[in-house]
């Protein structure tokens, strides 16, 4: 009987410390307005994959488009998350819209498609998103890098948007060249100032982080051999 009181004295105490810590927790959280990043529970992918179009539609509605609005509304870096939201704006509006494929394209994530204005026509410009792609890349890296690696890859692609005029007589490497740099220039490196670290938020081998290192080793020249090494790998010649 004694030693029953003593385990009830146990528990109880257990539970009123995690009462206070849950109590202090849940506070912690209301006033700083977390919101978790979200999440879908997905089997890693390896190798040549099929993924039906199914499965990337409702990967499309459960995580893609939950994750671009949780990036709009809750990145931590206050100036690239406003010009995330401004990506979203044009899509709701319709001036630049975003569009999904759900054919694979070799291994690109996301493209910037667009029409110069001639005969009449007005431009056109869309933001197409590949799905099976994203997918692949969810399952390596988790939601935490994923909502990272979203946001560079939107605002690479909004890069290519605003220098569409001056690209247009300049050769791809050169476009690639430039849109690269200004990830590093524009994005990774605000992410660093902000105290995010780019080698904890992109897995090592990351074409991302590859980027980060090669524009650091070239110290401001876009002509270093570190630099046009990584290019060799992204927009051989
Ligand atoms: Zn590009």
């Not at 690239?80 to 999904?100: A, C, D, N, S």
């Not at 933001?127 to 990272?148: C, D, K, N, P």
């Not at 939107?154 to 948007?161: I, K, N, S, Y």
Request: glycine share 6%; aromatic share 14%.
């Amino acid at each position: 009987m004694k030693r029953m009181t003593g385990y009830w004295l146990f528990a109880v105490l257990v539970t009123g410390f995690s009462f206070v810590f849950l109590t202090g927790d849940s506070v912690k959280v209301a006033s700083r307005e977390v919101v978790s990043i979200p999440n879908y529970e997905m089997p890693m992918l390896v190798g040549d994959i099929f993924l039906p179009e199914v499965w990337q539609r409702e990967f499309a509605e459960e995580l893609f488009w939950p994750m671009m609005e949780h990036i709009a509304s809750r990145y931590p870096v206050e100036s690239l998350r406003e010009q995330f939201q401004k990506v979203l704006e044009r899509h709701r509006t319709g001036e630049v819209p975003i569009v999904l494929r759900y054919k694979q394209y070799g291994t690109v994530n996301a493209m910037f498609i667009w029409r110069w204005p001639q005969d009449g026509m007005p431009e056109e410009q869309t933001f197409r998103f590949y799905v099976t792609q994203l997918m692949i890349m969810y399952s390596h890296i988790g939601s935490e890098a994923f909502m990272h690696q979203l946001l560079v890859t939107t605002l690479h692609e909004e890069f290519h948007r605003m220098h569409r005029f001056e690209d247009a007589d300049r050769s791809v490497r050169e476009i690639e060249s430039r849109a690269w740099w200004g990830d590093c220039e524009y994005t990774l490196q605000v992410m660093e100032e902000h105290g995010l670290e780019v080698k904890k938020m992109f897995v090592k081998g990351a074409l991302k982080a590859e980027a980060y290192y090669a524009y650091k080793a070239s110290r401001g020249d876009r002509n270093a051999p570190e630099w046009q090494q990584f290019m060799d790998r992204v927009a051989p010649e």
